[in-house]
Structure formats: structure tokens, C-alpha cells
């Protein structure tokens, strides 16, 4: 690229066989090219394109997983139209939505502060902590419930323990319809919020220096900077978290099946949930085709609204 | 320097500061600190009320209980091969991808590309039955490969690559495809070394993600000496819900989360800033 464009020897250069050479390497690289992608093309057509479309047909027909998908029936939106009238699901659609709305509020909020905290006052041990917050999150979710689980443990379980040493009566963490499913977003707070606190610190480093030197010789405090440099300037970064929150807490399966079963009282089931306990133990495939549709739909229209709100942002 | 204008002034303010640092370790921490000393107390310290803050009688029994009632060192192996062989694949298949995405010229290229990406956004548990079905009638259900398959290549891994193979200088292949190096060669000797913490990071991002990964293996497979180290726990924790044996199963997690913790603390230096950039250029 460099050669053939120095003026100097570009005539000379063009008179060399190189031109011919060039093509058959052109030829060459979109051979290589091939070779290159057919193993991702393969991997992400076969096992999560293909499986997409088929869960959009199959959400179109009767269809028990435990017969061969031949026989399955095409019974057009009935999947659709069961699926708003049977409480359960439209409760476990509900649970996701209050779960992901109480994960949002919570986490990016805590995870501002935070990456303020880690980010302008220079404290030392920093770093420690930001290595310490983000543990949480290479640990087995399996291995967080079993603490997490001992740890709202009536009676012998410290979480008990504290909140009695300040004087109150604990409530039933788990075991209580009202705190159960806020006590599985505290648990995925926990889990998760050391990943956003680094999302957000990175996004902070790319605010210039003189916004702040410009704001200050203006004579704004730190609520003012914050308001008018660090949130509009970190706008990016937040929307990112925001839709990264979404779709992590809108597919939570792990802490469900093995903590709650969707109990007490069906307070804790959600769509994630539901879909694999009406396809995996009462077989009805054409159901939770259904319900995963919906999911799919609700991240699609997350991903226009979010989408939307960073353009109106940009202008 | 210039940050200096934040620095806080008084020993009041600083103080605040440092006390809400230590807060934010804390609630962290306490859990973890709570998963270690409970696997080494006896059962019957573990129930007592008030829960003591530090094992009185330290005992190595629990750990070896959850060793040998289930098969766990052999589940540890299972998780290494399926975790090991996703990320080594990953690996491949995305700087291969990445390379191609960051540097080649051809129609319908970007349109490929943020077709791959819009993947990243679509959880498992959509494509669930079909996948489970697909797997099943290929005859691999109940195998590693039919565990490994769905998980060879994926979106993130693309994306990263491509960003960073991006930052490689033009001039740099060029200068190699003069010197005659296959488009191969060029990979792995030019572009690999230059963007190493890229790959790092998404070495350790792919063998964490898999070796937590919990709704595909309790999916697909049936056999409990191929059950990964998450299943295994599962099983584990659902053997008895007597309260003598649950520090068994504490026991249990704390060995499972050790390989995951061990590689984030050799890595994490590279690996923080490898997801903090993921973020900035996503």
C-alpha cells in the first residue's frame, strides 16, 4: 500500500509484474477469508441462528418434547394467546420485569458512586478493591447460592444475626413471598456489581482533564461537575450498562432453580425459569417456544428504546 | 497532578472517603470470608446461634467429605476439559474471525459483522429447546463434544478480536505479505503477539464464563461422571437438606470457585483493563 503510492517510484512500480501478483493475492485472501470465518460461521449458524428460527416455528405448534418434532401441530397464536390467559406465566413475566426495573435502579446508581469513589480521589488501595469487587464476579453462580443461601439462613445465618444486633426482627428472606424475589436482586447486586464499577471507571478516564480544570476555574462545586460534565460525558458508558444489566437479569435461571424453584407462592418465577420447566419437565415445547419468543421481543424493544435515548442524547 | 483540585482538603473529608472504600471492600468480602471459615468448621459450630465469626475448632473433615461422598475430583477434570477446550476454541476462532473482520475489504462485511455481534445479545435460554433438540439427534447428547459444540466460537470473542486486531498498523501486514507470510503465519507471529492482553483477557473471560456455565451441561447431559464441577455441587447440595450437612456443601463451593479465583488473581491485572477497554470501545 505504502509502495505503490510513493509518488516517486509509483510509475516505475506499476510497470513491474507486481499488479498480477496483487490479484492472484486478492484472489488468494478471499480464499483465506473463507477459511478464516467458516468455523464461527458454522458454529454461531448452526447452534444459535438456526435454533432461533426454529423456536419462532415451534412457537407456532403443539408440540411435546417427548414425542419426535414431526408430529407436532400447527395451532397458529394459540401458544400466544394461552400464554396471556395461564397466570403463572403472565406472573413470571411480571417477576422478571419488577426483578430487572429493581436491578437496574439498584446497581447502576451504587455502581456510579462507586466508580467516582475508585476513580477522582485517588485513594490508596484502589486497585485492591476494584480486584476485590470484581472476585465476585469469576466465581460459580452455584457456589454464590450455597453462600448466599447460608448467609439468609434463619436462626444460625449472619445476615439474621446483624440485623438483629441492630434491634430489628429479621424477615424471611427466602422463605417470606414479599422479600423473597428483592432478596434474589441483592444477591445478583452482589454478584454483579464489581463488573459495572469497572465498565464505569473506564468510562471516566476518557472525560478530559481540562472539562474539570475549565469547570472549576468557573468556580462549579463537585455537584455541579458531576451534573454537567461527568453524567452528560459519561452518558455512553451508562447506556451501556444499563442494556448490559438488562439482558443479565432478564435471563437469570441459576439462582431460581436452585434456591426457590419459583416459590414461595410463585413470587420468584421467572421467564427464564418457566420456560425450562414447561419444556424440560412437562414437555410443552410449543409454550415455552412461546414465552422465549416474547423474552426476545421484550430485549429487542429494550435494545430500539435504549438505542433511541442515546441518539436523542447525542443531539 | 491536575487531579490534585479533587484531592480531598481536610483530614474530616479523607477520612469519610477511606471509610467508605473500606465499606465498599467489605460488603464483598464478607460473604467470601463467610465461605471460607464455614468450610472449616464442625457442623455443629456452623448452626450454632449466634453464628461465631471464626472457626473455634478448625476441621478439615467437611472438605474432605464433599471430596468423597461425590465424585469431585473427577467432575474438576470434567470441568477443565469442557472449559479448557471452549476457551482454546474460542481462542482460535476469533482472532481467525477477528483478523478477518479488522482487515479485510468485502461486500457484505459489515453487515456479517453486526449480525454476529447481535448474537451477543440473545440469552441461551431463547434458543434452548431447538439447541437441546438439534444436539440430541446428532447422537451427541450426553457427551463432552455435545456439551463443548454450541460453545466453540460466539459473538463477544469476535468483537473483542476485531476492535483490538483493528489498533494493528496496515503497514505491519503489508511490510509481512511483502516478506511473503501466509495470511496464517501473519496471525499468529504478528498480529497474536501485539495484541496479547486482548487475549488474555478473553482466554480468562471464556474459561470463567464456561466453567460457571450451569443451564447447558444440567441440559444436555445425563451421566454424572461427565458432570462439570457445577453439576456435581448441584447434586451435592441436593443430597440432604439436613442442617449437618450443609457445611459439606459450603466446602464443596469453596473448592469449585478456587480454579476461577486462582486464574482472575494471576490475570487480573492485564484482565481488568482488558473488560474496562471492552466497554470504552464497545
Excluded: C
Amino acid at each position: 500500500m505504502n509502495v505503490t503510492s510513493t509518488p516517486t517510484v509509483g510509475g516505475s512500480v506499476r510497470s513491474l509484474p507486481r499488479p498480477r501478483r496483487r490479484r492472484t493475492d486478492r484472489a488468494h485472501r478471499g480464499i483465506t477469508a473463507a477459511i478464516f470465518l467458516s468455523p464461527t460461521l458454522l458454529v454461531i449458524g448452526l447452534f444459535t441462528v438456526v435454533p432461533m428460527i426454529m423456536t419462532i416455528v415451534i412457537s407456532f405448534h403443539r408440540w411435546s418434547m417427548f414425542t419426535p418434532i414431526t408430529d407436532m401441530d400447527f395451532v397458529g397464536f394459540d401458544n400466544y394467546a394461552r400464554l396471556l390467559n395461564d397466570s403463572a406465566r403472565v406472573q413470571a413475566i411480571a417477576n422478571t420485569g419488577v426483578y430487572v426495573l429493581l436491578s437496574v435502579l439498584i446497581t447502576v446508581p451504587l455502581a456510579f458512586l462507586i466508580a467516582m469513589l475508585l476513580y477522582f480521589p485517588r485513594l490508596r488501595g484502589r486497585n485492591v478493591v476494584r480486584v476485590i469487587l470484581f472476585a465476585t464476579y469469576v466465581i460459580p453462580t452455584i457456589a454464590i447460592v450455597i453462600i448466599w443461601s447460608n448467609i439468609y439462613a434463619p436462626g444460625y445465618g449472619p445476615l439474621s444475626a446483624m440485623v438483629q444486633a441492630i434491634g430489628l426482627t429479621p424477615p424471611g428472606w427466602l422463605s417470606d413471598p414479599q422479600w423473597a424475589l428483592l432478596s434474589l436482586v441483592i444477591f445478583n447486586v452482589w454478584q454483579m456489581l464489581g463488573y459495572y464499577v469497572i465498565l464505569l471507571v473506564a468510562g471516566l478516564t476518557q472525560i478530559p482533564e481540562e472539562l474539570y480544570e475549565a469547570a472549576k476555574v468557573d468556580g462549579a462545586g463537585i455537584v455541579r461537575q458531576t451534573w454537567s460534565i461527568t453524567l452528560p460525558m459519561l452518558s455512553g458508558s451508562l447506556v451501556f450498562v444499563v442494556l448490559m444489566t438488562i439482558i443479565n437479569s432478564i435471563q437469570v435461571f441459576d439462582p431460581i432453580y436452585l434456591l426457590t424453584q419459583g416459590g414461595p407462592a410463585g413470587s420468584t418465577n421467572v421467564v427464564s425459569f418457566e420456560i425450562q420447566r414447561s419444556a424440560f419437565q412437562y414437555g410443552q415445547a410449543g409454550d415455552a417456544s412461546a414465552l422465549a419468543v416474547s423474552l426476545f421481543m421484550l430485549i429487542v424493544l429494550v435494545g430500539v428504546v435504549l438505542n433511541a435515548i442515546l441518539k436523542v442524547r447525542k443531539r | 497532578m491536575s487531579r490534585s483540585r479533587i484531592r480531598p482538603r481536610t483530614l474530616a473529608q479523607r477520612t469519610l472517603l477511606y471509610v467508605l472504600l473500606i465499606i465498599v471492600a467489605a460488603v464483598p468480602l464478607f460473604p467470601l470470608y463467610w465461605l471460607v471459615i464455614s468450610a472449616f468448621k464442625t457442623p455443629a459450630e456452623f448452626v450454632s446461634i449466634p453464628p461465631t465469626w471464626f472457626p473455634t475448632s478448625p476441621t478439615l473433615d467437611q472438605v474432605e467429605s464433599a471430596l468423597t461422598d461425590v465424585p469431585f475430583a473427577q467432575s474438576m477434570l470434567n470441568s477443565v476439559i469442557i472449559a479448557g477446550g471452549a476457551t482454546i476454541s474460542v481462542l482460535v476462532t476469533s482472532i481467525l474471525a477477528g483478523y478477518v473482520f479488522a482487515k479485510y475489504h468485502f461486500r457484505g462485511k459489515n453487515l456479517m459483522f453486526w449480525s454476529i455481534v447481535a448474537t451477543m445479545f440473545l440469552p441461551p435460554i431463547v434458543t434452548l429447546v431447538p439447541l437441546y433438540y438439534l444436539i440430541s439427534s446428532m447422537g451427541l447428547s450426553d457427551s463432552y463434544i455435545g456439551v463443548l459444540l454450541p460453545w466453540l466460537a460466539n459473538a463477544f470473542g469476535i468483537f473483542l478480536m476485531r476492535q483490538f486486531i483493528m489498533d494493528v498498523p496496515d503497514e505491519l501486514i503489508e511490510a509481512a505479505r511483502m516478506d511473503g507470510a501466509s495470511e496464517f503465519r501473519i496471525v499468529w507471529q504478528f498480529v497474536v503477539p501485539l495484541i496479547k492482553p486482548a487475549v488474555v483477557t478473553l482466554a480468562v473471560f471464556m474459561f470463567v464464563f464456561s466453567w460457571n456455565n450451569f443451564l447447558w451441561p444440567l441440559t444436555i447431559l445425563r451421566t454424572e461422571a461427565m458432570y462439570p464441577v457445577v453439576l456435581t455441587l448441584n447434586r451435592l447440595m441436593s443430597y440432604t437438606m439436613s442442617f449437618d450437612y450443609q457445611n459439606v456443601v459450603i466446602a464443596g463451593a469453596l473448592i469449585a470457585s478456587l480454579p476461577t479465583l486462582i486464574v482472575f488473581l494471576i490475570s487480573q491485572r492485564v484482565f481488568v483493563q482488558g473488560i474496562a477497554s471492552s466497554g470504552v470501545k464497545g
